[in-house]
């Protein structure tokens, strides 16, 4: 991933090769273009490959390069916004919609790895929501409660029951998700490419979009050294939106978000659930399938920030998973979540036939794959606009965004510089 270790770190170690891609060169024509490949433009180009539409994915690097390749790997259901709170925010029908939506988003995904036999470390046993002292309990009993009253399949553990399974008494509680998961994500992101392509979709990397314009009834979309002619235009580019949808880039706050790697091969998450705290400045912890545990926080690892965050994560780890006496990390990375005002995604229209979901708030994985889908289903004339599970609106930039990115990124820094040490 352009030589840099720390933008996808052990997953570019451990994942499967890419299918081999290459720069648009020379003009096509195409039903539906799609910009940007990751989870949520190569789930919209899969499925609309699978019903005969004829599509082409352009990528400014390469599959995978975003967010799609660098996150934790928690294939989570639902935001992070409490469910009983998604209607009054959305209104009832959007906010029922979403729920239920993101509620079975989880098994979307393990479909597609079940059908194309993804190769991306798969784990369906869940994830766990764990509870940092009584206002995390409190927190996590609310959560339990309302998706309980759903249906959900959920359940409150007691500390007990939550060392058990995190193979750590740091925590007062837990909150299992048995609709959840993890995977490797740049794994899974390749592997949606190759049944994109396998169902004769066309992808293209080291293809940046320097403008679109209109031509007719169709849009044209133009790269460094070709063009694509399409009557549809899916913008799927969330958090590492650049031009020619810099409205896209202005909605949402960048928060970075790092992972370290260790070996450890020890007693911790004996049944390899992901897991994260309810921390205000999170960690989250995951097992890979050769045995790595992947531990993370909110933070950038450049400048001064790759030692302090290191030194705050061994520490961390250390205090965390006590059995653990020797930290050496094999990897570390960062990339950035696109977060909106109200932590909840967006869907716009842009110009007539130019959409777009963005606004994962560190949810991509099952948003991105079902959200995907959605897209393709509305280009296709399956889901109306009146149908969607998000309300059609237009981009709104974030006040003082500029100042408040450098202060998260300062603050976790100042924050993990003093964590643990006492």
């Not at 967010?67 to 009054?88: E, H, I, Y």
């Not at 009584?134 to 959920?154: I, N, P, T, Y």
């Not at 109200?342 to 949810?363: E, M, V």
């Not at 889901?383 to 709104?396: A, F, G, K, M």
Request: glycine fraction near 12%; charged fraction near 20%.
């Amino acid at each position: 991933m352009l030589n840099d270790e720390r933008s996808h770190g052990l997953w570019e170690k451990t994942a499967p090769p890419a299918p081999r891609t290459e720069a648009l060169r020379g003009d096509i024509s195409v039903d539906v273009a799609v910009i940007g490949a990751g989870f949520t433009g190569l789930s919209a180009a899969l499925h609309l490959a699978d019903v005969g539409a004829k599509v082409a994915v352009v990528d400014a690097v390469e599959i995978g390069f975003g967010g799609s390749g660098r996150n934790v790997g928690l294939v989570n259901a639902g935001m992070w916004v409490m469910p009983n709170d998604l209607p009054g925010v959305l209104g009832q029908v959007h906010g029922e919609r979403l729920l239920e939506l993101l509620g079975n988003a989880p098994q979307s995904v393990f479909n597609l790895v079940d059908r194309f036999e993804i190769d991306c470390e798969l784990e369906r046993n869940g994830t766990l929501h764990c509870a940092v002292g009584d206002d995390g309990v409190k927190q996590l009993e609310q959560r339990a409660e309302q998706w309980l009253a759903r249906g959900a399949a959920v359940r409150l553990l007691n500390a007990a029951e939550t060392a058990a399974k995190v193979g750590s008494t740091a925590y007062a509680a837990s909150l299992l998700d048995s609709r959840a998961g993890t995977i490797q994500p740049l794994g899974y992101v390749r592997g949606l490419a190759r049944a994109a392509l396998s169902r004769g979709a066309a992808i293209y990397s080291g293809s940046p979009v320097t403008a679109t314009q209109r031509s007719g009834d169709r849009w044209l979309v133009r790269t460094p050294s070709g063009t694509v002619s399409a009557e549809w235009i899916i913008v799927a580019t969330n958090a590492y939106t650049t031009s020619p949808w810099p409205q896209l880039r202005a909605e949402l706050l960048h928060l970075p978000y790092f992972n370290f790697a260790v070996d450890i091969r020890k007693t911790v998450l004996p049944e390899r659930q992901g897991g994260w705290d309810t921390k205000e400045i999170l960690s989250s912890f995951r097992m890979d399938r050769a045995g790595r545990l992947v531990f993370g926080s909110v933070g950038a690892l450049r400048g001064t920030g790759m030692a302090v965050h290191k030194a705050w994560a061994a520490r961390s780890i250390r205090k965390v998973f006590p059995q653990i006496k020797n930290v050496q990390f094999e990897a570390g990375w960062y990339g950035q979540i696109g977060m909106t005002s109200d932590s909840l995604p967006r869907f716009h229209t842009l110009a007539p036939k130019i959409i777009s979901f963005s606004g994962y708030n560190g949810r991509g994985i099952a948003p991105g794959t079902v959200f995907g889908r959605i897209l393709a289903e509305h280009v296709a004339g399956k889901v109306s606009e009146t149908d969607l599970p998000l309300p059609v609106t237009q981009p709104r930039e974030q006040g003082l965004r500029t100042v408040r990115e450098g202060y998260y990124e300062v603050g976790a820094q100042l924050a993990h510089f003093v964590g643990n040490r006492f």
